[in-house]
């Protein structure tokens, strides 16, 4: 005996979703029919709207509902300091830590010539044209610790050489907390170049 077809249609959009597998996407579908029809009236509602109102926003290309996203409307942020991140969920975890007060640019995907994605591909070009116009002092590249990170760090420094503008990077190393034995070569390798000096100087 199989499913009613509504609900083997519910399985196959959830099997859509990343992560989620056969089992998992039928946990899912029949749980749905334990939800009150309020909820799934928002719940149905939210995912029509995320298709028709979320936009990106035309400044930084962060998610918004309008032209301009709820960052890029805040006088009351450091308009001298721009930080460079792959993709759009990076802002929310920076906003979430509540550690930067500048402003945003989203790349929208990294530098990495073995996919097809060429620099031409990204949202670099707009990255020049508002340091530039917004006459930014700093360009903090916060990408990920890779080879297409690294290649697309090294790809805007040298476009942004000749701008009169600092650029630097978020400093890579082994997390708090672990064990050197399981950390990788690229992060172990980040960590050395990334080190601090934490010497005292005494007079003798």
Do not use: Q, W
Request: proline residues 3%; glycine residues 4%.
């Amino acid at each position: 005996m199989k499913y009613p077809s509504t609900i083997l249609n519910l399985i196959e959009c959830f099997k859509k979703l990343p992560g989620i597998g056969e089992k998992t996407a039928e946990r899912l579908a029949l749980s749905v029919l334990d939800i009150d029809s309020e909820t799934i009236d928002i719940f149905s509602n939210s995912l029509k709207d995320s298709k028709t109102k979320i936009k990106r926003c035309t400044k930084c290309n962060n998610l918004s509902e309008s032209e301009l996203c709820e960052i890029c409307k805040d006088k009351n942020r450091n308009n001298k300091i721009l930080c460079v991140v792959e993709e759009p969920k990076n802002v929310i975890l920076f906003e979430k830590l509540n550690i930067f007060d500048g402003y945003y640019h989203v790349l929208d995907g990294l530098i990495s010539p073995i996919d097809g994605i060429n620099p031409e591909d990204l949202n670099i070009s707009s990255l020049v044209d508002r340091v530039k116009k917004e006459k930014i002092e700093e360009v903090i590249l916060a990408l990920k610790p890779s080879i297409e990170g690294e290649t697309t760090s090294l790809y805007i420094s040298r476009i942004l050489e000749d701008l009169n503008v600092k650029i630097s990077k978020i400093a890579y190393g082994i997390p708090i907390g672990a064990e050197i034995d399981y950390v990788d070569s690229l992060t172990l390798e980040m960590a050395l170049e990334n080190r601090m000096d934490i010497s005292t100087n005494k007079d003798s």
